[in-house]
């Protein structure tokens, strides 16, 4: 996978607490933040699925069947 950068800036304490846990575990602070974010959006994705689930429930959101989208696309 190809790598882009980001600058980002953190609070001193969780700076501070990103030098510690990556030392504690042998792993650079790169990765530490990668893991981070990695679970951070498991995570997120969970609560995107349980709001999309909850708007179709009460209506707010629509869902058509596959078929009649197919269909719609021409790709019966």
């Known amino acids: 996978m190809s790598a882009v950068k980001k600058l980002i ?6 700076a501070h607490e990103l030098e510690v ?16 974010l990695d679970f951070y959006f498991d995570h997120t994705d969970t609560l995107v699925a349980r709001k ?10 629509g869902v ?4 009649d989208v197919f269909a719609e696309l021409g790709l019966e």
């Open 9 to 14: 800036s953190f609070d001193k304490g969780i």
């Open 21 to 36: 846990v990556a030392s504690a575990l042998q792993l650079t602070q790169r990765e530490v933040v990668e893991r981070a």
């Open 52 to 61: 999309i689930s909850d708007d179709v429930v009460f209506g707010k959101e």
């Open 64 to 67: 058509r069947d596959a078929d």
